[in-house]
């Protein structure tokens, strides 16, 4: 990793300096979120040269044409071999298996970071995985789309939105700035927190409502099949689209969300299962008065948020 040498070079290009730049990046799943990366890190010249890997040549020949990297790699271990920052970019399950796979290649100095959704227990993995003099950053970036790939990458996805880095006490000071800066450059607003901590909130103010959106998507599926008369379909608005949007998520990536946060993601079901079940009482009491107090309760918290 190279740092800013000066005003020199941007009075002689006209463009603002680079806050961070890597010589050589390496991506590690070019989808969504990997290839919007890869775009800003090109576009505004945070990376010399980017290198794709992924399980899918025609995602990778159209992240090469959109700018998002400069060339791509069938084997993983040519891509990282000489890279000074790697991003996993992949489901957070494959992570253990990519760094046993290619970690020991990893040069000292590199920086490895991700973008995953559940940082604790993966967080410490990482850190026990990644050799001596190689230094891992956990970071979140809180942005996406229902659509996946990179086609759907755009370079103002990350614009206002927050990501969250995830130190330890093992964390590399400098590593953890040039990955802050890099964040930054996207137009995100960055902060810091605990790595469990970040699972909670995460688990209550994401994964959860998740859960809530693939239920009842399929709890409506269910009520096609005993009424097929009507078509659910045909009738719906904009509160179901509103409602169930995130369902169209991919499922392969909150599958292995659900599973590593498990234990939070349980209590916070838990949790909604008793507010269901209230509201189901009220209900089927015809209980009124009762019915509106838990309607203006959650009104009112929904609009301040």
């Known amino acids: 990793m190279t740092q800013p040498h000066g005003n020199a070079s941007s009075a002689m290009t006209g463009r603002p300096e680079a806050p961070v730049h890597f010589k050589q990046a390496a991506i590690v799943g070019v989808g969504l979120i990997g290839g919007s990366l890869g775009m800003i890190l090109k576009r505004d010249g945070l990376a010399g040269s980017i290198v794709g890997i992924g399980r899918r040549v025609e995602n990778l020949k159209t992240a090469v044409e959109l700018g998002a990297i400069d060339r791509y790699v069938a084997d993983a271990k040519d891509g990282v071999r000489d890279a000074d920052l790697v991003i996993l970019a992949t489901p957070v399950d494959t992570y253990e298996r990519h760094l046993k796979d290619w970690g020991a ?34 970071a979140h970036p ?25 130190p330890t006490a093992k964390t590399d000071a400098q590593a953890l700035q040039a990955i802050r800066a890099m964040w930054e450059a996207t137009g ?39 009424t097929p008369e009507l078509d659910l379909r045909a009738h719906s608005g904009g509160g179901l689209r509103d409602t169930t949007r995130i369902a169209a998520s991919s499922p392969e990536m909150w599958r292995d969300i659900f599973v590593w946060n498990r234990e939070n993601v349980v209590q916070q079901i838990e949790l909604f299962e008793q507010q269901l079940q209230k509201l189901k009482q009220l209900i089927k009491a015809g209980d009124g008065p009762g019915i509106e107090r838990e309607l203006e309760r959650a009104k009112q918290v929904r609009e301040k948020l």
């Not at 996406?144 to 755009?154: L, N, P, R, S, Y």
């Open 105 to 138: 290649l990893l040069k000292p100095g590199c920086i490895v970071s991700d973008v995953g959704s559940v940082k604790g227990a993966l967080v410490e993995l990482c850190e026990r995985l990644v050799p001596d003099g190689v230094r891992f950053v956990g």
């Open 142 to 166: 809180i942005a996406g789309k229902e659509k996946t790939g990179v086609a759907a990458g755009t370079t103002t996805l990350f614009k206002g939105a927050r990501c969250i880095l995830t």
């Open 188 to 226: 995100s607003i960055v902060l810091t927190m605990d790595p469990f901590l970040h699972d909670k909130v995460l688990g209550a103010v994401s994964h959860l409502p998740h859960v809530a959106a693939f239920a009842l998507i399929n709890a409506l599926t269910e009520v096609q099949k005993t």
